[in-house]
């Protein structure tokens, strides 16, 4: 028989956020602690964020680390990899740190302990953001990338597996080389 958790609610989630080094994922009155990323994971982040920066400079849209927690109307707080708003942020102050709840672009490094999550029910929290257009899901152990898009109101998916591939961002009109994202990284 499975115990009851507790729940909790968002300003001792906040608060929690607040007096914690770590980072933690809020959804549905759990706290979840994100673990630290292995060289690799890192490696990629830097990556995908320096190549977004440079790409994206002058088009109104801002990239973001995984340092910049994000909203979503279905209730999940958390931080993806890289995120990209165009426009305005929207932006919300909370304990003293900001939130953002516009992404047109989310990236998440995959891990073995939250790969099935981040493919899965993640997803499917991510998409009740309005402006979310573009998750990019990146292996970390091998060259290969999942890249689901909007276009004409319904998802798509590809895949990508060769380092001279280029993943087409429809909601910043940016492709992406596996070449750039797997730059230094080695299996």
């Known amino acids: 028989m499975r115990q009851s958790q507790r729940h909790y609610s968002l300003d001792e989630y906040f608060l929690a956020e607040q007096m914690s080094p770590l980072k933690h994922e809020y959804f549905a009155g759990q706290i979840f602690t994100m673990s630290g990323g292995s060289n690799n994971h890192v490696l990629i982040g830097v990556n995908v964020i320096t190549f977004l920066r440079v790409a994206l400079r002058g088009s109104g849209c801002k990239v ?52 099935e999550y981040d493919r899965g029910e993640k997803f499917e929290l991510y998409r009740s953001i309005p402006t979310f257009r573009d998750y990019v899901l990146i ?38 080389p596996l070449s750039m994202v797997y730059d230094d990284v080695t299996f």
Do not use: K
Request: proline residues 4%.
């Open 64 to 115: 973001y680390s995984g340092d910049m927690r994000i909203r979503t109307p279905s209730g999940l707080y958390t931080y993806p990899d890289a995120s990209v708003v165009c426009g305005s942020p929207d932006l919300a102050r909370i304990q003293g740190t900001d939130t953002i709840g516009n992404p047109v672009v989310v990236v998440e490094v995959l891990s073995e302990s939250t790969g």
């Open 139 to 176: 292996e970390q152990t091998h060259v290969g990338i999942e890249h689901r898009y909007h276009a004409n109101g319904e998802w798509s998916s590809r895949t990508f597996s060769a380092l001279d591939e280029r993943v087409g961002l429809t909601g910043v009109s940016v492709e992406m």
